[in-house]
């Protein structure tokens, strides 16, 4: 399964909104397979931070881990916030 955020918007900040944005994509994840990777694709990102992404990449990071892998990342404002959520959450994200 491909997640494209650019559909949650191109500026993807606060805790709130990104909660919300794991709450509405919940439904599709329930046809992932078991053997499945999930890309997050990062592609139209300008702004991403580390809030958002901690309500919506560390739950996804749990539930599908070493079956996720994130995508078109080099932005730095992406790059630097998920630096930062791996060094808080002691996860390491995959990237492509």
Do not use: C
Request: proline share 4%.
């Amino acid at each position: 399964m491909k997640i494209h955020l650019s559909k949650f918007g191109s500026t993807l900040t606060s805790r709130q909104l990104g909660k919300e944005a794991l709450a509405a994509f919940q439904p599709s994840l329930r046809s992932v397979g078991q053997d499945e990777i999930v890309e997050v694709d990062f592609d139209g990102v300008i702004t991403f931070s580390p809030s958002w992404g901690d309500e919506f990449l560390t739950p996804l990071a749990r539930d599908y881990e070493g079956r996720m892998k994130l995508s078109h990342t080099k932005n730095p404002s992406v790059s630097l916030s998920l630096k930062l959520l791996e060094e808080v959450n002691g996860i390491h994200f995959e990237i492509q």
